[in-house]
């Protein structure tokens, strides 16, 4: 199998802020994993890129200084929102993709962040 | 530039068979997914196609033609578990995944 784990699954937080969500791969190396972000009813959007052992790569529009990344392990990447806002509000999604062919990718559970 | 195109959503009934295309222009190819994603859920793999052809995979199949830039997932025995977004997914030159907007699935009994 292939499973990615993520945690927490859900959670509430004061503007201003930080949340930290990991994702971990449970049962296989992923020298690479993704962090993505979905708002309700609209596609999957790409954050960031993150390479194990490296600085993780962001899509254009996304600033780095406010959703930092480590993958400090072959098995594990997090995600923390600074200074959360009431905008990013969102479900985050994690993937790690395999290291052989075909490269798939296997998400994580999601994490839904609600800023009060 | 890199575009995946789908249809927003269509809608089938229970027992039959649907049809979902997706059609694509990318830098590069290694490789077309398919996710399906239920609402408040993550996407959970599908299929994969790399060469052209039919993959098989139980009720769900999935067809590929590169020169055509072409694929299409193809539901069969429609049952309402199977309302979701399906999510089609093309891996570039640089192995990145670009997806599509997805497909909102609609079952009606």
């Known amino acids: 199998g292939a499973v990615v784990s993520q945690h927490p699954s859900w959670v509430i937080c004061k503007s201003g802020t930080s949340v930290k969500i990991e994702c971990r791969s449970l049962?296989?190396?992923?020298?690479?994993m993704f962090w993505y972000r979905q708002f309700p009813k609209q596609s999957l959007m790409l954050m960031a890129t993150?390479?194990?052992?490296?600085?993780?790569?962001?899509e254009q529009g996304v600033e780095k200084d406010k959703f930092l990344i480590n993958h400090a392990s072959l098995t594990l990447s997090t995600l923390t929102v600074t200074s959360a806002h009431p905008e990013d509000s969102s479900f985050y999604i994690c993937s790690a993709r395999k290291t052989r062919e075909p490269y798939e990718q296997y998400f994580g559970p999601g994490t839904r962040l609600t800023v009060t | 530039g890199q575009n995946i195109d789908q249809p927003t959503e269509m809608t089938a009934t229970e027992g039959a068979i649907v049809q979902i295309n997706c059609t694509y222009q990318?830098?590069?190819?290694?490789?077309l997914f398919w996710y399906q994603q239920h609402a408040g859920e993550a996407p959970t793999f599908l299929s994969y196609?790399?060469l052209d052809g039919l993959e098989e995979k139980g009720r769900f199949s999935s067809f590929l033609s590169r020169s055509k830039g072409y694929s299409y997932l193809l539901l069969k025995e429609l049952q309402m578990k199977d309302s979701a977004s399906y999510l089609c997914?093309?891996?570039?030159?640089?192995?990145?995944?670009?997806w599509g907007a997805g497909t909102k699935l609609i079952i009606k009994p």
């Open positions: 049962d296989f190396q992923a020298t690479t």
């Open positions: 990318t830098s590069g190819f290694n490789g």
């Open positions: 997914a093309v891996m570039d030159s640089n192995y990145q995944l670009i």
């Open positions: 993150s390479n194990e052992g490296s600085k993780a790569t962001y």
């Open positions: 196609n790399v």
